[in-house]
């Protein structure tokens, strides 16, 4: 490690403030990325500035039709909410298989979304859910906020406020999990929002993305068997030593069936 300093604010106004005044400053979520990152020397920030204690990041409620969640939410702060679980069960269940115990404790919503990794769960919840990314300025669809390989639409010093979900009629996420590092080799999460069917892939390219194929099959028909004779092509797929493009190919398929038969099954989404 190297020196910085550190700033806990303890409003909103106040941590754009510091942001604002330095431009080589950073924010500091969950800290489950960002400090290995510090620790490995891939970043050197000058400062620090903890979202902790900035009340306008936290909590998690309903307006209207639609759920909202702060973006300082930890993982397990979700996973314990009824009105998540009542409202869109998948969506607990995608947090519930993010990392392990110490990840869930510790890791946000904000920073997950914030850091965009192409082979993260919630990136594929919030693409396939057509969620809204809301700031301190404006509000950013799904389809536009997540750019490309760590890239997302925020802009410096934009900070992430909460996300807003529009409650699906039906949705499931289904992950193939890397045994070493616990993130997706493949996951899907499919969703009917709006009359309108949604397929998002992670873990299989440089961002997470949509398999418009998929979703016209389960647009017309919202079954397995109209997914099943469906080929991913691997052209654009990652491929390095944990799994080929081809292999990842094959597990989009798989998983998007998989993923159709339990949102089938799923208890209706109440509330
Ligand atoms: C062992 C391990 C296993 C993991 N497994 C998984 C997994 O299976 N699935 C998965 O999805 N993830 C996994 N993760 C990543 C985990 O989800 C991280 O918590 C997440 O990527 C970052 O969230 P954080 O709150 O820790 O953010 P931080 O590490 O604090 O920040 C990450 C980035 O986001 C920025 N940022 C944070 N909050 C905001 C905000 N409100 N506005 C703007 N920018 C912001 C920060 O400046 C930083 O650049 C794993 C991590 C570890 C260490």
């Known amino acids: 490690m190297y020196q910085f300093e550190y700033h806990k604010p303890t409003s909103l106004a106040e941590a754009l403030g510091l942001l604002a005044e330095d431009a080589d400053a950073k924010l500091l979520a969950g800290g489950q990325t960002l400090i290995p990152t510090l620790r490995q020397r891939l970043v050197s920030p000058s400062a620090l500035i903890d979202l902790a204690g900035v009340p306008e990041l936290t909590g998690i409620g309903r307006s209207g039709e639609l759920l909202s969640i ?89 900070i992430l406020v909460r996300i807003e979900f529009p409650r699906p009629s039906r949705s499931a996420y289904i992950k193939f999990r890397n045994p070493a590092s616990r993130y997706a080799l493949v996951g899907v999460f499919v969703a009917e929002v709006a009359g309108r069917v949604r397929v998002a892939v992670t873990g299989a390219g440089p961002k997470v993305f949509r398999e418009l194929m998929f979703e016209e099959a389960l647009q017309r028909k919202f079954s397995p068997e109209a997914v099943k004779d469906l080929e991913v092509s691997a052209s654009g797929l990652s491929s390095d030593l944990h799994a080929s493009a081809e292999y990842r190919a094959n597990l989009i398929s798989v998983l998007a069936r998989r993923a159709v038969s339990a949102a089938l ?3 209706s989404h109440g509330i």
């Open 70 to 158: 702060g973006a300082m939410s930890r993982y397990a702060e979700i996973i314990e909410s009824p009105m998540v679980r009542a409202i869109i069960p998948s969506l607990s269940r995608t947090v519930e298989v993010v990392g392990d115990p110490l990840v869930r404790n510790r890791g946000t919503i904000g920073g997950s979304l914030a850091n965009n990794d192409p082979t993260a769960d919630l990136t594929a919840a919030v693409l396939a859910l057509d969620a809204t990314v809301v700031t301190d300025r404006r509000s950013i669809s799904a389809d536009a906020f997540f750019v490309d390989l760590f890239e997302t639409a925020l802009e410096p010093g934009e």
């Open 265 to 267: 099954n799923e208890p």
